[in-house]
């Protein structure tokens, strides 16, 4: 529960900074230049910048495309004919590794360079991620304190049929009440955090 | 075994472990520019060499937490040394602990123990996490390379190892609970502020990231940086007989 909500804390609280990054490449005549990276569930524009008399196509593919991919089987997410350098917009549809290839048609070795310029947004499927995260550590921690809970309930109710409870006995502390404690310290963390990251 | 479970209760009164559980899990997740980039040649398109790449790039980049988190495991491994040496000393529930028919050996072991365990496993933890879901898609190529997951606890346990001993030698050598707190914590950031600033590449936190770049390396490394790599964990034992030694034979508790 807690690496779930501090997941989704860590995207909220920092997921609007744009970022670039980028390298160089060389593709033989006729052949493919393949690499492959991790790209988040944001926009992105890929520079891709090439010679003025360089034709070719540029693809993209997913995971499972890198699968297909193995077994000779194309599924590119994107496919765009390229001739000289150019803009391409690519949103990914969940955050994970991606291949890249640029495939030249020109007779003559070409280098050139793609930059990744990813956009300022917050990243969904993390935050759906996250939100499973919580509700599996919920529903564990729910199901540890039923034993815990049953055995209290059990001894209150001893205690009522008996009339032993003397007026200042103090409430027996249970799991319940030790979460209750847990989970406020975890909201006062997480509003200091904020609070730290908004001062920033 | 009595002894380590009373001490991990013991630490477990406080909620600290969520808390670093908490913050190590937001260090490691915060969104950051840039990521790993492979080529991959046309005739060697191989999905399980694919699989394995990424999987070894995942666990690479968690390992690179372990400089970022030197700090804060530093001041939470300092808070629970000291509640579990300089804290019992100081109000001599040592000695109620002495009286009892345990050997020294073993209730100086369950206490450095619960300490360490506490430390590397959410530390452990969060960077497990990090590999897990960084590409969901992947994580069964991560689970399977037990090599990589082995060197990443690997790294883990040299640096929380360091951390533990050198704060367990404070907190036995003051005995007093203000004295181990600050003064351990100082030391980790004088140590970090000497390796930075003085680019002494033995000392933490940079040796941790020589360390990551050492077992994760595609490359031999040369037998110097090999001499480098093993000053924290050989000061770690150092300390670690040190402490063992005073605690058993010269600790008196009044």
């Known amino acids: 529960m807690i690496i779930g909500l501090f997941v989704l804390f860590a995207n909220l609280t920092a997921s609007l900074r744009g970022s670039t990054f980028s390298g160089n490449f060389t593709v033989q005549p006729n052949r493919r230049h393949i690499y492959v990276t991790y790209l988040s569930d944001r926009p992105y524009e890929l520079r891709v910048l090439v010679a003025d008399d360089f034709n070719g196509t540029f693809y993209i593919f997913n995971y499972e495309g890198i699968e297909k991919l193995t077994e000779e089987v194309e599924t590119p997410v994107l496919e765009r004919t390229i001739r000289g350098s150019q803009l391409i917009d690519f949103t990914p549809s969940r955050r994970g590794a991606y291949m890249i290839i640029i495939e030249s048609q020109v007779p003559i070795t070409a280098s050139g360079a793609i930059s990744t310029v990813e956009k300022e947004a917050l990243s969904q499927d993390i935050q759906t991620d996250s939100a499973i995260i919580i509700l599996v550590g919920l529903a564990t921690a729910l199901i540890a304190s039923i034993p815990d809970s049953k055995r209290h309930l059990t001894a209150r109710r001893v205690l009522k049929q008996k009339s032993e409870t003397r007026p200042d006995q103090r409430e027996v502390e249970s799991a319940p009440h030790n979460a209750k404690i847990a989970f406020r310290s975890i909201i006062d963390l997480c509003l200091n955090m904020l609070f730290f990251e908004w001062l920033r | 075994m009595h002894g380590l479970t009373w001490d991990l209760k013991n630490l477990f009164r406080f909620p600290f472990p969520e808390v670093m559980l908490a913050l190590f899990t937001y260090i490691t997740f915060l969104p950051r520019g840039g990521s790993f980039s492979f080529t991959v040649l046309q005739e060697s398109l191989i999905w399980e060499e694919i699989t394995r790449k990424l999987a070894f790039y995942t666990i690479r980049d968690a ?31 040592m000695k109620v602990h002495l009286s009892h028919p345990i050997s020294r050996r073993n209730i100086f072991l369950s206490k450095l123990t619960s300490c360490f365990l506490i430390t590397f496993l959410t530390f452990s933890g969060s960077l497990l996490a990090y590999s897990f879901l960084r590409i969901p898609e992947n994580f069964l190529s991560v689970i399977f390379s037990l090599d990589l997951i082995s060197k990443l606890l690997l790294l883990v346990a040299l640096e929380t190892l360091f951390i533990t ?89 009044s």
């Open chain 2, 165 to 253: 001993s050198l704060a367990v030698s404070f907190s036995l050598y003051s005995g007093k609970a203000s004295v181990s707190l600050i003064g351990s914590f100082a030391t980790f950031y004088f140590i970090q502020v000497l390796s930075e600033n003085a680019n002494l590449e033995f000392l933490p936190p940079i040796a941790f990231r020589n360390q990551a770049d050492f077992l994760f390396a595609f490359s031999a490394t040369k037998s110097a940086e090999v001499t480098s790599l093993l000053a924290a964990p050989v000061a770690s034992a150092v300390l670690l007989l040190f402490s063992y030694l005073y605690f058993s034979r010269r600790l008196q508790v």
């Open chain 2, 63 to 93: 390992a690179g937490f372990s400089f970022l988190a030197y700090l804060p495991l530093s001041l939470f491994a300092s808070i629970f040394v000291t509640l579990s040496f300089a804290y019992e000393i100081e109000n001599a529930l």
